[in-house]
């Protein structure tokens, strides 16, 4: 007999999650010791990890300012870990006091932990749910009660879409979610790849290994296959790039080489809506 | 802030960029590294600060190093590279002019004081961390406990509440849990039901399917399967069930435990076997009825290989009046009691008695020597029905007529054979009744046909395949042309011509007679106003067209207004006219019925009184009548085709003529065939005459080529 679809998914801590993987290259201490030697052994291949999730923060303010720049004050954040520091809502409502941030994630530790640090923030909030159900997102009273879908909303699908076998249909979600967007919305997105590693390719495949291991699967997709998670969205300049080469504020050739690895880009939905 | 490159600000800049270029690789912020400087400008201005102090306080390296952490800057590395800047370049860019020695040593321990604040502020920072995540572990594990608590809770309720029954079994057929619902279908206690294996649960009328299906599920080939199910309650009572089994399997995939679910269906199959009674016997005698009567019965003819079969079909005679002069109830418990007496006449393996409705009933045999069987069956019947039914004190005669059809099986559909019955059940009920008759091919041909002209009749006269031939009247005094007689035909497309005799008595049975009466009228009427045109009057008046009315069309009530319309259309004289009518339909005949037949006559349309002598006339009614022609009948005529003719035909045909002329009547023959026949009665005093020694009937043109020889010779 399946699970019904009400019954939650149990927990297990003794399993490495990737939320806390990625919080322990970032230096954070919000992780246990499955985790830390999940991420340890991945970076015995690429021990430039750190940088890549680095620069994937980094990214994700700039594209986040743009967003506020354009005037949109609406962020879905969707695979959004565990808070640590730099968070959308600490970038946008440090900038525009007021803007509405809900955060998205399906690992219930980084959800409990999201409230935690959320409480008190009228402004946003978290949500339980899967990027592959759409619909369980764009439903939720959490996400209803801050985010008004008739207007422009950036939608963040930062370093996610890579951990969305092909099985799952990661396509089909991102354009369920594009067909909710108002006219104007933006996509903010990065996405592992082998292009841009600065190592032979089966080192890199080592580190992938290591989430095949911990049953966390990651999907390293060409720069042609992420540029379809465009569609429907006018790519906004410089298009589907490297991260550092995204609007840049210092000098890209001052960024560590792994940074470069893997792509990122921000899509604008045309005035007609689909 | 601008600062002179050369003064403390700039030095303090430049001290605070060495400073960030340093640590900011090795920091994890997602900030720009002039954000970051931005961030280590204050620290580099409290280091420079403390450096100088009048008095010193470590306490600010100590912020400061709690700081960096605060920055993110949480690697190692981080606190090393900042303690490698502030060695080398506090003092060269802020500590001009001081005591070198002096600068150096607070240098030295501001870096301890930063060393520690840096190491307790991580540590403070790492615990809250490990605090924060551990907490927020725990909180999602309190929220799943909690939600798969509700959620067991919910299987559990769904479990217990279910109307279905439900029950576990290990592979083994152990059972380990039951539901209420399947605990109430059994009865008896839970540890009754769990102590016997499944496999024990074995009933007598298990399909044989059932049990390779279970082996089949336990050893994993078969995920579930779905059977009616019989088990002995422990009460020893039968309980019938749906059963769904599906396998279980564990997360890896191999098969754990089988799932049970039972619907009970006891009652609804003991209702079924009722509707099934139900629809199958009759509710007034308990016997089958015509459902089951034809299912047994095709079951018999598609049996095959050179059996036999034989069939009793049962109509009582004189049911009705029974049931009009007694009532329903009297009918009802007489149909009981003949029900209750045929039951008994069919008692041998392989006989059926069923009650097809009404008054009919059926046996049917299957035994080995049919012929013989079904024979003695009938007159079993025929004799079982002998002896009164007494009913309300009233001693009731009943007989039946029963048509008998025996015969090989596989030839005959079960509706075929049936109808045969009930033709041959009708032949022996016109043949008096009580008794029986064997079926007849040639009879049921004929009936089947008869029916088959019956039902065509209406297609036929709207197809216009009805004709009309005449046959000539001859005046016997001179040998001419007076008239002719209407004589329908119909030209069926597979039968060919068929003749009055044939269909009239159906079309009169049908009512089709008035509407085929009337076109007959019309197309005869219309055809003597033709031979008037073409011939004139003449002197011995009109060419009259003789036509037959049937006793139906006598007691239409458009009979008057109808020829009256008719004749006006065609613009011909009622005299032209005549209407025969046979004797044996005015025969008791009162004034209603002559009415119409007067008020024709008065208007100047001829009478024929057709058939003369067949019936019982009353001779002393004649003159009643309002005919003014006797239509001698061929039998009177066929005595004189001899010579020399029967002497005492001739004297009573010389008797109707001299009646008949006393009466003021014109005597017509028919049937004369020969000249000597026609000389015969010519002299007997016979005014006109019709036959084959004239002409046999036929197409208009035939009677304008006899006039007109009339006319000319």
């Known amino acids: ?274 | 802030m601008i600062a002179e490159p050369d003064g403390p600000e700039g030095r303090l800049r430049r001290l605070t960029t060495i400073w960030s270029r340093a640590v900011f690789p090795v920091t994890s912020t997602s900030l720009t590294r002039p954000e970051f400087e931005e961030q280590l400008l204050p620290l580099a201005r409290r280091l420079s600060g403390a450096l100088r102090a009048r008095v010193f306080d470590a306490g600010e390296g100590e912020a400061v190093g709690a700081a960096l952490v605060g920055a993110h800057c949480t690697a190692p590395d981080a606190l090393s590279r900042s303690l490698d800047c502030v060695d080398a370049y506090l003092v060269l860019y802020c500590g001009e002019g001081g005591d070198q020695e002096d600068l150096r040593a607070r240098s030295a321990r501001l870096q301890h004081a930063m060393a520690a604040g840096f190491a307790r502020a991580l540590r403070e920072r790492t615990l809250a961390e490990q605090e924060a995540i551990a907490q927020a572990a725990l909180r999602a594990q309190g929220v799943v406990a909690q939600a798969l608590h509700a959620s067991e809770a919910r299987f559990r309720a769904v479990f217990e509440g279910a109307a279905i029954g439900i029950g576990i079994a290990d592979l083994e057929g152990n059972v380990l849990q039951i539901n209420g619902a399947l605990l109430r279908m059994f009865g008896g206690s839970e540890q009754t039901l769990r102590i016997r294996n499944v496999r024990d649960w074995t009933h007598a009328e298990d399909a044989p399917q059932v049990w390779r299906l279970y082996e089949e599920l336990v050893r994993g080939e078969r995920e579930h399967y779905h059977v009616e199910k019989a088990f002995y309650r422990p009460d020893g009572t039968v309980l019938w069930t749906n059963l769904t089994v599906s396998l279980l399997r564990d997360p890896d995939g191999n098969p754990q435990y089988q799932l049970a679910l039972m619907e009970d269906t006891t009652e609804r199959r003991l209702l079924n076997l009722r509707l099934r009674y139900e629809a199958t016997h009759d509710a007034l005698t308990g016997l089958p009825n015509r459902t089951l009567f034809f299912e047994r019965l095709e079951k018999v003819l598609s049996a095959g290989d050179g059996r036999r079969f034989g069939l009793c079909y049962l109509d009582l005679d004189g049911f009705k009046t029974i049931n009009d002069s007694l009532g329903h109830a009297a009918g009802d418990r007489l149909l009981v009691e003949v029900a209750d007496r045929l039951q008994a006449c069919a008692t041998a393996p392989g006989e059926m008695v069923a009650r097809l409705g009404g008054d009919e009933f059926v046996a049917l045999t299957t035994g080995t020597d049919t012929q013989r069987e079904v024979d003695e069956l009938a007159s079993r019947i025929l004799n079982a029905l002998v002896a009164p039914i007494r009913i309300d004190g009233r001693e009731l005669t009943v007989r039946g007529s029963i048509g008998v059809v025996e015969g090989p099986v596989g030839e005959r559909s079960a509706a075929e054979v049936l109808r045969s019955a009930d033709i041959t059940m009708y032949r022996a009920k016109s043949a008096g009744g009580n008794r029986f008759e064997l079926a007849d091919p040639e009879a049921d041909a004929r009936t089947i046909t008869r029916h088959g002209l019956t039902t065509a009749l209406p297609a036929a006269l709207d197809r216009g395949e009805f004709f009309i031939e005449y046959q000539p009247l001859v005046r016997l005094g001179d040998g001419s042309v007076r008239g002719a007689e209407a004589l329908v035909r119909w030209l069926h497309p597979q039968h060919g011509v068929l003749g009055p005799d044939r269909f009239i008595p159906l079309a009169e049975h049908t009512g089709l007679i008035v509407p085929l009466g009337r076109w007959v009228m019309e197309q005869s009427v219309r055809q003597a106003r033709e031979w008037r045109e073409r011939y004139g009057d003449g002197t011995e008046g009109p060419l009259r067209i003789n036509v037959n009315l049937s006793p139906c069309q006598l007691t239409h009530p458009g009979l008057v207004q109808e020829t009256v319309d008719i004749l006006e259309r065609t613009g011909v004289a009622p005299d032209a006219l005549c209407l025969e009518v046979t004797e044996s339909a005015l025969i008791g005949a009162d004034d209603d019925l002559l009415k119409p037949l007067r008020r024709l006559a008065e208007m100047g349309v001829d009478i024929a009184l057709d058939d003369f002598g067949t019936g019982y006339s009353n001779l002393a009614n004649l003159r009643r009548l309002p005919v003014s022609v006797l239509k001698l009948d061929r039998s009177f005529t066929q005595g004189m085709q001899q010579f020399p003719a029967d002497p005492v035909d001739l004297k009573i045909v010389e008797g109707i003529v001299a009646l008949a002329h006393s009466l003021d009547l014109a005597v017509t023959v028919e049937g004369v065939e020969t000249g000597a026949q026609a000389e015969q009665l010519r002299t007997l005093g016979c005014d006109t005459a019709q036959g084959w020694y004239y002409a046999r009937p036929g197409p208009p043109d035939r009677l304008h080529e006899l006039a007109l020889a009339d006319a000319t010779g």
């Open chain 1, 1 to 274: 007999m399946e699970r019904p679809a009400w019954a939650p998914r149990s927990i297990d801590i003794l399993v490495p999650s990737v939320a806390r993987i990625y919080d322990y290259y970032l230096g954070g201490s919000y992780n246990f010791e499955v985790d830390r030697e999940a991420a340890r052994k991945a970076m015995e291949f690429m021990p430039g990890l750190p940088k890549i999730m680095q620069a994937n923060r980094a990214f994700m303010r700039r594209a986040v300012r743009f967003a506020l720049d354009e005037g949109i004050t609406q962020f879905l954040d969707i695979g959004s870990g565990i808070p640590t520091f730099g968070n959308v809502h600490e970038i946008a409502q440090a900038v525009r006091p007021g803007s509405r941030v809900v955060y998205v994630d399906h690992d219930p530790v980084a959800v409990t932990h999201s409230e935690a640090v959320l409480a008190g923030n009228d402004d946003a909030d978290v949500v339980a749910a899967d990027l592959r159900k759409p619909q369980d997102i764009l439903a939720s009273p959490r996400l209803q009660r801050l985010i008004d879908l008739n207007r422009p909303v950036a939608l963040l699908l930062v370093a996610i879409l890579h951990f969305v076998e092909d099985t799952d249909d990661p396509c089909g979600a991102v354009a369920e979610l594009r067909d909710a967007l108002a006219p104007g919305s933006l996509l903010v997105l990065t996405h592992a790849s082998y292009e841009g590693i600065p190592l032979p390719p089966e080192r890199s495949e080592g580190a992938v290994d290591v989430y095949q291991d911990i049953r966390n699967p990651l999907i390293m997709r060409s720069r042609e296959e992420i540029a379809r998670f465009f569609e429907g969205y006018d790519m906004v300049e410089p298009g589907l790039v490297p991260m550092p080469h995204w609007r840049p504020e210092t000098a890209p050739e001052d960024e560590d080489p792994y940074a470069f690895s893997g792509f990122a880009g921000v899509g604008r939905t045309s005035g007609r809506t689909a």
